[in-house]
């Protein structure tokens, strides 16, 4: 993968060198990356690099301390557009774990109001996952995102703005696991559908997470999301006991549904965010709950942040039985949960070098019944320097 990767790059490079002697003038220069940018504007190719080196300290409870540096994300970005500036392509390789492709999509602007995505993107379904990953005011997302969150996936997404306060989404990807979203192939017949729909109430909502410009009028968006996954075998293939509950194993899998806000004023922010997943197939539901808040005590450079997020699995199967929340890390087969709510706490410190692009960031976190195990708790300690050029 890496090698093939570093022959698309070199490709790249060797085709807008040609570009000049097709008749085309280049600009090239860096503005939140290097690029290069026809002289009529039609046709534009950056590069960025992000990378996110990270140490953690993990004080646990029921088994051995753990601590390591590691790199949280080390990420190539090509990005642009061709024959319009309303066409553009996106593609990301991510290195931390081996080289492979994270996202790769085109996006299609015909109108404001209608706009299509095509190919292998980020689903957003909550507050959270709106903002970019390196724009958070904590270290990582919240336990909610990660135990209902659907992540990439290969699919279709049309949005737009018919009003200017509200837009709308409407996605079909493969849904159906982590498998299909990796190997763009569909493991069933069944597709994931869903819709979201956002309204800015007041101002306008940003790509990163809290204030950082200090706003001098208040900013306030509300937004909704429901999908349904026909195919989610991943969620229920370890249950055994579809026959001793008289439940019919072949009904459709999962919907999830989320309903988040978040508000914005003079260096404090606030996000809030309901979100529930329920399984057709064993007619469980797990609900979750976040708060997260951030002021700038220096503004632009300084911020303090917390959250609080808790996962409620249902009892005694969690409609979402495999995310690593509810259940052990190094549970044995079978074993899914016990359905004890899961909650997390914390708090951290950044310092904003050159805004979301440059910065450090400390927090501390308590973890309780890890895994679903009742009074088994999790501290942590996580520093983590966010480096994008």
Known sequence: MLIRTVRSVLLIIFVTSLIPHLGYALDAGYERGFYLLSDDKNYKFQFNIRAQPLHEFVSKESSIDEN???????????????????YQYFLSVEFSKGAGMNEGYLNLAFTDYFKVIAGRYFIPINREDVFVNTG????????????FGVNEDYGMEIYGSPLDPLTYYLFVA?????????????????????????????GEQFEYQGDPEISKSPNLGIAGTILYDFGADQETQDFEDFRTQQIDPLEPALVRGDIDSGFSWYGFSLIGQWQYAYNTRVR??????TAQTGFYVVPKRIEIAGRWSSVFPDFPFPALANTGITAPDDEEEGELGTGMPVHEWVTGLN????????????????ILNVGGARNINDQRVRTQLTFVF
């Not at 310092?351 to 308590?366: N, P, T, V, W």
């Open 68 to 86: 390591s540096f590691t790199l949280a994300l080390l990420r190539t970005y090509f990005t642009g557009h061709g024959i319009s500036p309303k």
């Open 351 to 366: 310092s904003y070098f050159r805004g979301h692009d440059l910065k450090l960031q400390i927090d501390y976190s308590q």
């Open 284 to 289: 469980t539901i797990d609900h979750g709950l």
């Open 174 to 202: 493969n849904g159906g696991g982590e498998k299909a979203a990796t190997t763009g192939k569909n493991q069933n017949k069944d597709l994931l559908v869903g819709t979201r729909l956002e309204y800015n109430i007041l």
């Open 136 to 147: 958070l005011q904590l270290v990582d997302v919240s336990i909610v995102s990660d135990h």
